[in-house]
């Protein structure tokens, strides 16, 4: 049970109520954790104009390598809610328990292309020492094919994966 209250969808208003019944019509429900966001409506309004940039209109970060990133970040935060639901992403999208556990012990056996592999070992990274980060990094994305607004992008969806973690940890949601 979540340390305080969740907007529901009987309760949203406003911004945060039509987001919500979006959702509804997605998902059949709004997850606890949606309704942990529902107390800010402008952090719902970023968090469905993300969802709409990073699911339709950014080509550069394929749908797997975010669906990892989420996994691997949530499994480093000990996200419960994060972990069961991006792991349920990536077995409904054909991934092995197996890789998902060899991924787990070394982010470089995610079955995705090696570009991609690189960009989701760099994004990891960032949530670490993220000033350890140094030019040959960035460089080496650069050769691997990805645009400073790629490289950008990746370290914004990976922060901000990391931001929605704390917040559900702190919180307690875990549905």
Request: with cysteine.
């Amino acid at each position: 049970m979540a340390l305080i209250s969740l907007v529901t969808p009987e309760t949203a208003t406003g911004k945060t109520g039509e987001i919500y019944q979006n959702i509804l019509r997605m998902l059949g429900t709004v997850p606890d954790a949606m309704q942990l966001f529902g107390h800010n409506p402008i952090l719902m309004e970023y968090m469905n104009t993300r969802f709409g940039y990073y699911h339709g209109q950014q080509q550069e970060l394929s749908a797997d390598l975010m669906r990892w990133i989420l996994f691997l970040n949530a499994k480093r935060k000990q996200c419960t809610f994060c972990i069961h639901y991006n792991q349920a992403q990536l077995l409904a999208s054909g991934v092995s328990e197996q890789s998902m556990a060899a991924a787990i012990a070394d982010p470089r056996t995610a079955p995705l292309p090696d570009r991609e592999k690189a960009m989701l070992v760099f994004a990891l990274n960032t949530t670490g020492d993220d000033k350890s980060i140094s030019p040959d990094d960035i460089e080496a994305l650069r050769r691997h094919g990805y645009s400073d607004t790629a490289i950008f992008n990746v370290v914004e969806f990976t922060a901000f994966a990391t931001f929605s973690d704390t917040l559900l940890n702190v919180f307690q949601v875990d549905n």
